[in-house]
């Protein structure tokens, strides 16, 4: 069946990095979008990135631009979000998910994915 496990959080300081990781099964990675999303204790879920299915160009909210890449290696049928420079706002549980049409247009509500993963608590600390 299909199924995104992510793996790859954990606790850093500030000024850190850290690659979460996407690892997907049960479907042909290379036909879907991906996008990688967030949701801070008390907060929304907010839309982090995500790369296209038809051009695999990858976008950004503004919060994270420059700091954030997003990657696809098909052969590991993976996708990779590396973050640099982490500040205690980017603490969140980090989910990945997939979807057809939903990269860009969707990111920011999160709409038009599906396919959920469990996530990865992402903890950024002194």
């Known amino acids: 069946q299909v199924q995104l496990v992510e793996s790859g959080g954990g606790l850093v300081q500030p000024g850190g990095s850290l690659t979460l990781s996407c690892a997907a099964s049960?479907?042909?990675?290379?036909?879907?979008?991906i996008g990688w999303f967030r949701q801070a204790p008390g907060k929304a879920r907010e839309g982090v990135s995500c790369?296209?299915?038809?051009?695999?160009?990858?976008y950004y909210t503004d919060s994270v631009k420059g700091r954030f890449t997003i990657s696809r290696d098909s052969t590991k049928s993976t996708v990779y979000l590396r973050m640099n420079s982490l500040n205690p706002e980017d603490t969140a549980v980090y989910f990945c998910?997939?979807?057809?049409?939903?990269?860009?247009?969707?990111?920011?509500?999160?709409?038009?994915?599906?396919?959920w993963g469990q996530g990865t608590q992402v903890t950024v600390s002194s």
């Open positions: 790369i296209s299915r038809t051009d695999a160009n990858a």
């Open positions: 998910a997939r979807t057809w049409t939903g990269c860009p247009s969707g990111l920011s509500e999160g709409t038009a994915f599906g396919s």
């Open positions: 049960g479907f042909n990675l290379d036909l879907w979008g």
